[in-house]
């Protein structure tokens, strides 16, 4: 007796364009935003994030959320070297930079004068006033 194939059942996985979806990845979208770029463009009215992120799943090994910041490190790293770049020849961007990765700032901490003025009492060697 011959083995039956069976039938799948369901729709069949939906396939999204890697390049297409690492590049979204790297410039911030979320699960949402791709899957409704991707349905959009696809012409799929039924695609959601999770169907995205099964996908994901499915092609990388790894959940979105896993996927997503691997992706944004190597926007991060990029950015970075963008700023570094720009910082050599733009005072601007130099500033930029020493303020939020050295913790540098334009006005030293101020001193406070005190609410009330301070009243200096000198007596003298006798015990009287002077």
């Known amino acids: 007796m011959?083995?039956?194939k069976k039938k799948k059942v369901g729709r069949p996985p939906v396939e999204l364009d890697e390049r297409k979806f690492e590049t979204m990845m790297e410039h911030g979208y979320?699960?949402?935003?791709?899957?409704?770029?991707?349905?959009r463009d696809m012409h799929l009215p039924?695609?959601?994030?999770?169907?995205?992120?099964r996908w994901?799943?499915?092609t990388y090994g790894v959940n979105?959320?896993?996927?997503?910041?691997?992706?944004?490190?190597?926007?991060d790293g990029h950015l970075r070297e963008l700023l570094l770049k720009q910082a050599e020849t733009?005072?601007?961007?130099?500033?930029?930079?020493?303020?939020?990765w050295l913790g540098m700032r334009d006005n030293p901490d101020e001193v406070?004068?005190?609410?009330?003025?301070?009243?200096i009492v000198i007596e003298k060697a006798d015990g009287?006033?002077?």
Not at 46 to 53: C, E, G, H, M, Q
Not at 112 to 119: L, V
């Open 90 to 100: 733009n005072p601007s961007v130099l500033i930029f930079c020493a303020k939020n």
């Open 46 to 53: 039924t695609l959601n994030a999770d169907t995205v992120s």
């Open 56 to 58: 994901c799943k499915r």
């Open 2 to 4: 011959a083995e039956e």
């Open 64 to 75: 979105f959320k896993d996927f997503s910041d691997k992706r944004r490190r190597v926007r």
């Open 128 to 130: 009287g006033n002077a």
């Open 112 to 119: 406070k004068a005190p609410a009330e003025p301070i009243r």
């Open 30 to 39: 979320t699960c949402e935003e791709i899957a409704a770029r991707f349905s």
